[in-house]
């Protein structure tokens, strides 16, 4: 198996591409674990999977301009509307190799500026699943 390096992650936003703001990304899926447990069974505890949550977390260097980083996230953020997020490990088609990560989301908040004297002005986003289907992976 080869290994990877990140370096050319593509990541849109509604339909924005952002992937050239982004220095960072971590695609979350996780479920709760329920005990089943019942009179009979053995000395181990029982545990099926539950309900599934999913988050994409993204770190943006900020960009006030049009058709950039606060003009796409800032109206999201005060909308409560849903919007698709997709992430690929590459800038490639998507293959089997260069699979897509795509998310139904909503933006519960957003820090338009953040940083300190010096820094370059960053935003930590987390998108939060907002459909029945978490991520969906293709191929």
Do not use: C
Request: hydrophobic residues 40%; proline residues 4%.
């Amino acid at each position: 198996m080869a290994k990877f390096v990140l370096k050319d992650a593509s990541i849109v936003v509604n339909s924005v591409n952002l992937s050239d703001h982004a220095d960072s990304v971590t695609i979350e899926s996780t479920f709760d674990v329920v005990e089943a447990n019942s009179f009979g069974t053995s000395n181990y505890k029982q545990k099926l999977q539950g309900l599934g949550d999913a988050t994409i977390t993204v770190h943006f260097q900020q960009d006030f301009a049009g058709g950039s980083v606060d003009a796409t996230l800032w109206p999201l953020s005060q909308s409560g509307a849903t919007f698709p997020v997709v992430v690929k490990p590459t800038s490639a088609a998507v293959s089997a190799t260069n699979p897509s990560y795509t998310m139904t989301a909503i933006l519960a908040g957003f820090n338009p500026l953040d940083g300190s004297i010096g820094d370059v002005s960053g935003t930590d986003v987390s998108f939060e699943n907002a459909s029945s289907t978490g991520i969906t992976r293709a191929p």
